[in-house]
């Protein structure tokens, strides 16, 4: 019973990674879509063309969903004795993974409306928004960096069988 409450617990670490991520994920394209389309509204307003160059800053929080996922995956493989560190870890960089997506989505914000009106500085805009997105790389390499420290599951079996045969 311990070692599936502890397996239970470590899922739950993994899952919240990939789960506070795409809570931020969701917000920051919430946000920014909404600056897309308000944007693309002053363009029709202006008889301007729509610049499709708004749907790249409406989509940039999405990427952090995808470094959930990853770190999701490095999480659930770990010892289910080590469930304590895999669940901080999944909480923690969870959420500065989705605090990056958040902030990140406000950024784009911003550039929807200043490139819409001023239809330049796309490239300012985004390495500005690509300063944000590094956050959450590096957030999640540094959480690689500490599960490499942790023990997988296979190697606990390994450990347990070579003991076993002596």
């Known amino acids: 019973m311990l070692e599936s409450t502890q397996q239970a617990l470590t899922l739950a670490g993994s899952f919240c990674a990939m789960g506070f991520a795409a809570i931020g994920s969701a917000y920051g394209c919430g946000v920014a879509g909404a600056a897309a389309v308000g944007g693309w509204k002053k363009c029709y307003v202006q008889g301007k063309p729509a610049p499709f160059q708004l749907s790249a800053f409406a989509g940039a929080p999405m990427t952090q969903t995808i ?3 990853l770190l999701m995956n490095q999480i659930m493989n770990k010892a ?44 300012n805009d985004l390495m500005a928004i690509g300063i944000i997105e ?5 957030a999640m390499l540094f959480a690689f960096m ?3 420290k942790v023990p997988a599951a296979e190697a606990k079996a390994a450990a347990e069988a070579a003991t076993a045969l002596l």
């Not at 999944?90 to 239809?119: L, N």
């Not at 590094?134 to 590096?138: H, K, L, P, S, Y």
């Open 134 to 138: 590094a956050v959450a790389i590096f």
């Open 67 to 69: 470094y959930g996922m």
């Open 146 to 148: 500490l599960l490499g």
């Open 80 to 123: 289910p004795e080590m469930w304590a560190v895999c669940l901080i870890i999944g909480i923690v960089c969870g959420c500065a993974i989705a605090a990056s997506a958040v902030f990140q989505g406000r950024a784009a914000a911003a550039a929807c409306d200043s490139f819409s009106e001023t239809g330049q500085g796309f490239a």
